[in-house]
Each structure stands twice: as structure tokens, then as C-alpha cells.
């Protein structure tokens, strides 16, 4: 009997469970959720496409190793630290947009909110209805129009290429802002708090290129600026009349009345500003 259990043992000494601790657990379950977002954004960005080509180069490395090509051997390992910096240099706008979405998270803002009385105001219904009121009136004649709604990201830098305002919003006001051949029409208007503080002020260019190459400089510039904070930006647009809306990089175009309201305040949950945006969960395609 005795003889059996060790034979039975030793079958089994090569079968070890580790011990595992509740901190072990955590970190199993961080490092899988950190993966997870990893493999995600690489999926959303052009880096998916970097990744396939790194794996492709590998298998082909390995076939060099087996079959001893000694020069492509020396070619790989010699131009690898410059393939680094060269993938650091080329995907740069990526890892800057990856870095300010994670910088935006609750988690991270809240340790760096200054607490700014003037910030997190609710978007009035007041507010709103005088600006879907502009909006449809431009869109009737086709005037083109590019509206930003800041939210929890600061756009000060982006306020500060245009011209101060800081009036109340009213329809009237914003169909003049945009009327052709007037000085401010040019570039996007920037509201905060209830009020437009710039006009004429330029926002950045979206260069995601899956983006219809139907879309003109307006719209691409909504999509810049909602991929790079949590702004809802609205848009008219010259050639259609067609109204659109762009958050967290997507284009939601061809909104009746009824809808563009329904997806202002889905966006912003006419919330304060200062809490977190419930995102949506499935996006649409551009």
C-alpha cells in the first residue's frame, strides 16, 4: 500500500497548484482588464495595422533563425532600436490621443479638479432650445455653422485662437456669428457655462483615416475636437444643410428636430459638468 501511494505521489509531483492570495487575484484581474484596453485601443487605431506587420516580421525573423540566414539575422537586430523610435516618431498622435483619454477618466480628473466655481453648469433648456433654434434656421438656408459645447476638458487653448465674446446665447446671435461675409463667421463658436465666450476659434483636424472622404473641414474639425476631449460639437453644414453632432470621435449626422435634442441631452445627460459622461456604449460607424 505503501509503495503504491508513492508511485501515486510521484505521477503526481509534476502537478502544482500555487498558492494564491487575494492580492494575487487583483493583480491577475488588472493585469487582464489592462490587456484588455491595450488590445481595444490598438484595435481602434491605426497601430492595429503596426501590430500585424511587427508579428509578420517576426515570423519571418524565426524562419531566418531556423533556417540560419545569418544576414538577415544582423539586418533585424541592428535596425530594431531604430524601428522603436521610427513606431514612437510615426504613431505619435495615437499614444497622445491614448494618453489624454486616460486623463480624462473620473479617477485620474478628480485628483486635479481645482474645484472652479464657473465650471459644471447645466446646459439650460433655455439654452438648448435657443440653440436648436439657430441651428435649424441655418440649416433651412444653408448657412454653415460649427458649434462646441465644452463639458469636463478645459478647451482653453483652443479658446484663445479666436475672439472673445462672452455674451448670453440667443438665435439671433449665433445666425449672425455665422452670416456670410461677416467678420466672426469663419472657424467655431465656443460655448461654456451658458454663454459664448469665443467665436472664430480653430480646432484641430481629425486624421482618423477611415473618416468619409465626403466630409469637409467642418466636420472633420468636429471630429478633431471631440477626439481629443469630451466636447459635443455641433454642426451645419454648408453644402446639404444636413445637422450633424460629434462626441468622443463620432459623427451622428442627418438629425431631425426632435432627435438632435434627444441626442444633445443623451450626450451631456443635462447633467453638471463636472460629473462623468455615461458613454455609449455601442458607436456608430463613421
Not at 501590430?51 to 539586418?75: Q, R
Request: hydrophobic residues 45%; charged residues 25%.
Amino acid at each position: 500500500m505503501g509503495q503504491l501511494w508513492t508511485q501515486i505521489t510521484y505521477f503526481f509531483d509534476w502537478f502544482y497548484i500555487p498558492r494564491m492570495k487575494v492580492t494575487d487575484a487583483i493583480e491577475i484581474v488588472f493585469i487582464a482588464v489592462l490587456v484588455y484596453y491595450v488590445m481595444d485601443w490598438f484595435k481602434k487605431t491605426r497601430a492595429w495595422t503596426l501590430i500585424k506587420g511587427i508579428l509578420i516580421l517576426l515570423i519571418f525573423m524565426g524562419i531566418a533563425a531556423l533556417l540560419e540566414f545569418n544576414t538577415l539575422l544582423w539586418l533585424f537586430k541592428n535596425t530594431i532600436s531604430v524601428g522603436v523610435i521610427a513606431i514612437i516618431i510615426i504613431f505619435q498622435p495615437e499614444f497622445r490621443r491614448a494618453l489624454e483619454q486616460l486623463g480624462r477618466k473620473r479617477f485620474i480628473s478628480s485628483l486635479f479638479d481645482n474645484e472652479d466655481t464657473n465650471t459644471g453648469r447645466k446646459l439650460d433648456k433655455k439654452v438648448l432650445n435657443e440653440i436648436t433654434k439657430a441651428v435649424y434656421a441655418m440649416a433651412e438656408v444653408k448657412t454653415g455653422a460649427l458649434i462646441v459645447l465644452e463639458q469636463e476638458v478645459k478647451l482653453g487653448d483652443y479658446e484663445r485662437t479666436g475672439i472673445n465674446i462672452d455674451a448670453q446665447i440667443t438665435s439671433q446671435l449665433l445666425i449672425n456669428i455665422f452670416e456670410h461675409n461677416t467678420p466672426l463667421h469663419d472657424g467655431a463658436v465656443l460655448v461654456r457655462n451658458n454663454r459664448i465666450v469665443s467665436a472664430t476659434c480653430y480646432l484641430p483636424l481629425s486624421d482618423n483615416m477611415d473618416v468619409n472622404k465626403a466630409y469637409g473641414t467642418r466636420h472633420r474639425a468636429a471630429l478633431g475636437i471631440s477626439e481629443v476631449s469630451d466636447s459635443i460639437t455641433i454642426v451645419v453644414s454648408e453644402e446639404t444643410g444636413a445637422v450633424s453632432i460629434a462626441h468622443d470621435g463620432t459623427l451622428y449626422r442627418g438629425l431631425s428636430r426632435e432627435g438632435f435634442v434627444s441626442k444633445i441631452e443623451k450626450l451631456g445627460k443635462n447633467e453638471p459638468i463636472t460629473r462623468k459622461i455615461r458613454w455609449r456604449k455601442g458607436r456608430e460607424k463613421h
